[in-house]
């Protein structure tokens, strides 16, 4: 099955500077890549996602870059605040059809520090 | 419009008990998810739904049985719970491949 490793496990910035987190996935058929935030106590919430026909997109702050070829993903945070401090996961999916199944990151925890 | 919801929020119980966690949602999405999140593991998918009267063993199956006897609900069993089932417990449901998470069920098994 697919298998998702991501790194690093924990980062510090200072406020104003930029975060990124990168992903890779061992499955070349997989073509869907969310992003979740996560805050303390809270539910994953989707930030931004992106599929295999682009290699990249951007959401104000936040960006997804793609490189199939080498099967690694990555979130881009610019201008980080405070407020961007929480766990992170990136997820990989083969979707289509009536799939949908989405395999996890284990998480970084970004630390936004004022 | 409440998205996905989760009861209970909270619950502890001993080795041996049974419980069923309930998943409902209002956006009238095909596929419910049944994840459980452990530190360090991010989150593993326990059973799925494709459709109502539809489920399938996710990663980390054993010890859970689901039910979809209802489009809108995703039930979570616990038959015999074991102390390695203390996790939280978040369900999503989805349209198409975008997931919507519910608020999570924090479960401690003594």
């Known amino acids: 099955g697919e298998n998702v490793e991501q790194h690093p496990s924990t980062l510090s910035v200072q406020e104003g500077d930029s975060a990124v987190i990168k992903c890779t996935y061992s499955?070349?058929?997989?073509?869907?890549f969310p992003w979740y935030k996560q805050e303390l106590g809270k539910r994953p919430q989707l930030i931004i996602d992106?599929?295999?026909?682009?290699g990249e997109k951007k959401d104000q702050r936040i960006a997804v870059t793609l490189n199939k070829t080498a099967k690694h993903f990555s979130l881009h945070i610019t201008e980080t605040q405070p407020e961007d401090s929480a766990v992170y996961f990136c997820a990989a999916s083969k979707s289509g059809g009536s799939n949908y199944k989405l395999t996890f990151g284990k998480g970084t925890l970004l630390t936004v520090n004022p | 419009n409440a998205g996905v919801t989760q009861t209970p929020k909270f619950r502890v119980l001993k080795t041996g008990q049974s419980m069923t966690l309930l998943c409902a949602q209002d956006?009238?999405?095909?596929?419910m998810y049944w994840y459980r999140q452990d530190p360090g593991m991010g989150l593993r998918l326990i059973h799925y739904?494709?459709?109502?009267?539809?489920?399938a063993k996710g990663e980390v199956p054993d010890g859970y049985n689901v039910s979809r006897l209802k489009k809108q609900n995703f039930l979570l069993g616990l038959e015999s719970a074991a102390p390695s089932q203390t996790s939280v417990y978040f369900c999503a449901s989805s349209f198409a491949d975008r997931q919507f998470f519910g608020p999570g069920t924090r479960l401690t098994v003594l």
């Open positions: 956006m009238n999405h095909e596929y």
């Open positions: 992106i599929r295999s026909n682009v």
């Open positions: 739904s494709v459709g109502e009267g539809t489920t």
């Open positions: 499955d070349s058929a997989s073509n869907y």
